[in-house]
């Protein structure tokens, strides 16, 4: 009997063990493998390319690096292509927001053809999109027969690289911007209007710095695919030394002249100078995120 009472509360105390929860099974593996497996798949996909661009450049001394990175020509298609960029992307800041404000507060006749033509730079080939703008913009084209008799002349000049560089990148400020847009709380407008606050006030006060993440976002997504274009630009830029030659191209020139080292060299100062942009701009976005009592 002693036997059987001392047998229970062993079976009992056993028992508890037995029906522990099992760790729920996910569908991804681990956190060790997950993570090997990113920086295994980065390392191959953007740090080591990025890796022997520098290596290569490493193979000049200091004085044909800088005259490789410094000469005039270099120099003047610096300015064209962060230049025009940035006045790019500044455009796409605006109008996108607007497209993105249309989108999403109102209802109209058409607005999926709308929404879906917003995506269209993402589909179109690149060199697709140069030639139609050159056609457009030339001098006998559709636009530009009208305009060049006035004395406003856009393709082959850098005003037809900044259309260009507008189009390409306007997806990128309307597609982060559209989702914020829907998910802002319309209460908050609404308790501001009770408030006695103006449309202006709502929506400087409530509505912008809820956005205002995103609309960073966006615009450092249309600068750095800015500042990276070739294909649309080439067509319409003229191409001209000092004048319409972007950066891009001079790296493919001094690539067709069997340059490597100088090409590396110019793509480092590019890397190094986008990198230096996008860091700014995501410390701005940390900045206003603290600010606005969000986690950065």
């Known amino acids: 009997m002693s036997a059987a009472t001392s047998a229970a509360p062993q079976g009992a105390a056993r028992a508890p063990s037995g029906n522990r929860r099992r760790a729920p099974k996910r569908v991804l593996p681990g956190f060790g493998l997950t993570l090997g497996y990113t920086l295994f798949y980065l390392s191959i996909i953007v740090l080591i390319p990025l890796s022997a661009l520098v290596f290569k450049t490493f193979t000049l001394t200091w004085p044909q690096f800088w005259e490789a990175i410094s000469a005039p020509r270099v120099l003047a298609s610096y300015r064209l292509t962060f230049g025009a960029s940035l006045i790019a992307a500044l455009v796409n800041l605006v109008f996108g ?21 917003v995506d269209l730079p993402f589909a179109l080939p690149t060199a697709v999109a140069g030639i139609s703008l050159t056609a457009l913009l030339a001098g006998n084209g559709w636009v530009g027969q009208y305009l060049e008799p006035l004395g406003i002349q856009l393709a082959f000049k ?15 400020v309307v597609r982060t911007v559209q989702p914020v847009l829907q998910d802002t709380e319309k209460e908050l407008e609404e308790a501001a209007s ?22 960073l976002t966006g615009f450092a997504m249309a ?8 294909g649309s630009v080439i067509f319409i830029a003229g191409n001209m030394p000092m ?14 002249q069997y340059d490597y080292a100088g090409a590396t060299a110019v793509a480092v100062v590019m890397l190094l100078i986008s990198f230096v942009l996008l860091l700014v701009i995501n410390a701005l976005q940390a900045w206003q995120r603290r600010n606005a009592g969000a986690p950065a």
């Open 97 to 117: 927001l607007l497209i993105a404000w249309v989108l999403v507060r109102y209802s109209f006749p058409g607005k999926k053809i709308v929404d879906a033509l």
């Open 158 to 172: 850098p005003a037809g690289i900044v259309i260009a560089l507008i189009f390409i990148g306007l997806p990128f």
């Open 194 to 215: 009770s408030l006695g606050a103006n449309r202006w006030q709502i929506f400087t006060k409530v509505i912008l710095p809820a956005i205002t993440p995103a609309l």
């Open 223 to 230: 600068f750095a695919r800015a500042v990276g274009e070739y």
């Open 243 to 256: 004048i319409s030659e972007i950066t891009p191209l001079i790296i493919i020139g001094k690539l067709e």
